[in-house]
C-alpha cells in the first residue's frame, strides 16, 4: 500500500501552475499535469482526481511525486527512455 505523499505548493507555484492550465497552446500533457498538482494541493483525494482528469491512480502517483521532489520544471520534461530499437553493431558499421 502507497503512503501518502504530501507536499506545499507556493504562491509563486500555483500562479504558474493556474497560467500553465490557462496558455492555449500549451501541451495538453502539462495542462492534466498541472491539474493533478493543484487539485492534489487542494487536498482533492486521488479518486477524484483520477475522475476529473481522466488518470489512472499510477499516473497521479507519478506526478504528484515528480512535483514533489523536482517541482515546476519536474512536469514539464518527460523522462528518457532507451530506445526500443537496438543500436547495430561495430561489425555492421
Not at 19 to 36: F, G, M, S, Y
Not at 61 to 89: C, N, V, Y
Amino acid at each position: 500500500m502507497r503512503t501518502g505523499i504530501s507536499f506545499t505548493v507556493s504562491p509563486a507555484d500555483r500562479q504558474r501552475l493556474r497560467a500553465l492550465i490557462r496558455d492555449r497552446n500549451a501541451p495538453q500533457k502539462h495542462v492534466w499535469r498541472a491539474e493533478i498538482i493543484l487539485l492534489s494541493a487542494d487536498g482533492v483525494g486521488t479518486v477524484e482526481i483520477m475522475r476529473q482528469t481522466g488518470k489512472s491512480k499510477t499516473c497521479v502517483w507519478r506526478w504528484q511525486e515528480r512535483f514533489a521532489t523536482e517541482g515546476f520544471e519536474g512536469l514539464l520534461r518527460d523522462k528518457t527512455r532507451p530506445s526500443r530499437i537496438a543500436p547495430l553493431g561495430a561489425e555492421i558499421s
